[in-house]
């Protein structure tokens, strides 16, 4: 009897260190799951950082999602989840790479933005005019319109043709190639290493910093991972190696 009087746990009052423990040993769905109990969880769950390897999931857009959603399958499960994302909308936008839970998006500016699927947290890159081979092109009024790009490298760093310019959302599409994270961003310090045009190049940025810093060596880069604290990047003559943020 005594035992029936006693009031139920209150289980959004479980200690947050305990909580995020507990959530990082958990699969993606199981995660969702404790975001939705209570307010608490869900700042929990987002801070949480999951150290075991998880199962793959497909990550895709669907019409079924709406424009700010996305459909996420679980080969575990085999099972199909819809999450909502935050703006701009996800179907809007260009992904230029995932790595360590994160997406690598370009918006309609260009810019990059790094978005986690799963706890809608979002960082902003430096701009697009700060990289090396780029200069806005402005209006009467002052407002960004175009992009130029100028093409050198660092073997040649003399201008080999005109320049071009670009939309805005055109640029996206014709100059980014692949991006990498050093570390998963929610955690500290991290450096996203950017495969690019022209020619193909390197560049590299701290996230929360302000500008994109040219490494001025070959060309013609196919491919880049981040591996035991280093950067290696694949072009089609030899490998590249940079301890970035190591």
């Not at 987002?46 to 857009?61: D, F, K, N």
Request: glycine share 6%; net charge negative.
């Amino acid at each position: 009897m005594e035992a029936a009087c006693l009031a139920s746990p209150d289980w959004s009052d479980l200690p947050a260190d305990v909580l995020r423990s507990i959530l990082e040993l958990l699969e993606c769905p199981d995660n969702l799951r404790v975001a939705a109990v209570c307010t608490a969880w869900h700042r929990v769950s987002s801070e949480a950082v999951c150290r075991i390897s998880q199962t793959p999931c497909l990550l895709y857009c669907t019409e079924a999602a709406g424009p700010s959603g996305v459909g996420l399958y679980n080969l575990l499960e085999q099972r199909a989840y819809t999450i909502t994302l935050p703006d701009p909308p996800i179907t809007g936008r260009f992904v230029v790479g995932s790595s360590h839970g994160w997406l690598i998006t370009a918006d309609e500016k260009s810019d990059l933005v790094l978005l986690n699927p799963i706890t809608g947290e979002q960082m902003r890159l430096p701009p697009v005019t700060t990289m090396e081979h780029i200069k806005p092109v402005m209006s009467g009024d002052g407002v960004l319109e175009q992009y130029e790009m100028s093409y050198y490298h660092g073997m040649f760093e003399t201008p080999e043709q005109p320049t071009s310019t670009y939309h805005l959302d055109e640029y996206r599409e014709t100059v980014y190639s692949k991006a990498v994270l050093s570390s998963d961003p929610s955690a500290g310090d991290c450096t996203v290493m950017l495969i690019h045009q022209p020619y193909w190049q390197l560049s590299f940025a701290k996230v929360g910093g302000e500008t994109w810093n040219w490494i001025a060596t070959d060309t013609d880069y196919t491919d880049c991972i981040r591996h035991d604290g280093w950067f290696y990047a694949v072009n089609i003559e030899e490998t590249y190696q940079d301890d970035r943020n190591r």
